[in-house]
């Protein structure tokens, strides 16, 4: 049996306690992207600035959704929406009789990751007593196209989402969609966003600018200017975005 199981991550469930509450009216005004189209999105909870609190994909889940959080996260992420939830009607719990699974090629029954294809594709399905771990894969397959996500490498409070390479990965809608930090990050963008998480081999890391070490794969993920940097180290979906910051800085 080939290892699909990502056992590092969790799902939390948002229901409707009865079926006129309507779970995305509430949901999608607290996270950076729209959940009333195609899903699975991948989509973060704010603070005013448009720093990231939480990262995650959102599924649908019966007549609500599913956050298909960090494992290590899920119980403050419950902990953070339910003082909410309660007032608007809504249940949330974590739900681990189901597991996350991950394959590196297309196929039925699953869905390509929403940040890049080139992350292969995820899938939801009951968790079973003979599930092996596809967590060291899929960090290997994510961290060669330098995607970052997670507390570790987006921190608590610390980074905007532009920071992350939102846009670039489509976990940000900024037009015709309201949320907490929006307008911070609309100014930010005006702006340019001269510095951004990248992963980098551990020689090219620099103390100052490093969020975390992945030592075993010998990679860091440094928030740096990606024209500091040698040209292979900046992933393609990032290039372009990057050469227009720099052009604006001069």
């Not at 003979?130 to 967590?135: G, L």
């Not at 600018?209 to 860091?220: A, F, M, N, V, Y």
Request: contains cysteine; charged residues 25%.
């Amino acid at each position: 049996m080939t290892a699909t199981r990502l056992f590092s991550r969790r799902f939390v469930r948002l229901d409707p306690a009865e079926r006129s509450v309507d779970v995305a009216a509430f949901l999608e005004p607290r996270l950076s992207n729209r959940i009333t189209h195609y899903l699975p999105v991948w989509a973060a909870m704010l603070d005013d600035q448009g720093r990231v609190l939480f990262d995650f994909l959102v599924w649908p889940g019966g007549h609500g959704y599913l956050l298909d959080c960090e494992a290590a996260c899920a119980e403050q992420l419950v902990e953070y929406l339910r003082p909410e939830c309660a007032p608007a009607g809504i249940a949330i719990s974590i739900d681990d009789t189901l597991g996350a699974h991950y394959r590196a090629y297309s196929g039925d029954g699953a869905a390509s990751d929403p940040r890049h294809r080139a992350l292969g594709q995820r899938w939801i399905q009951k968790v079973g007593t003979d599930d092996e771990s596809a967590d060291k894969r899929w960090l290997e397959c994510r961290l060669s196209l330098g995607v970052a996500e997670g507390r570790a490498e987006l921190g608590f409070g610390e980074l905007t989402l532009l920071q992350c390479n939102a846009i670039e990965l489509n976990g940000l809608v900024l037009d015709r969609h309201d949320f907490p930090g929006r307008a911070a990050l609309l100014a930010e963008k005006a702006n340019g966003v001269p510095v951004r998480l990248v992963v980098v081999s551990s020689s090219l890391a620099e103390m100052p600018t490093k969020r975390h070490e992945h030592p075993d794969q010998g990679l860091s993920v440094d928030l740096r200017r990606p024209g500091d940097l040698p040209a292979e180290a900046i992933p393609d979906w990032l290039k372009a975005s990057c050469a227009c910051v720099a052009d604006a800085h001069g």
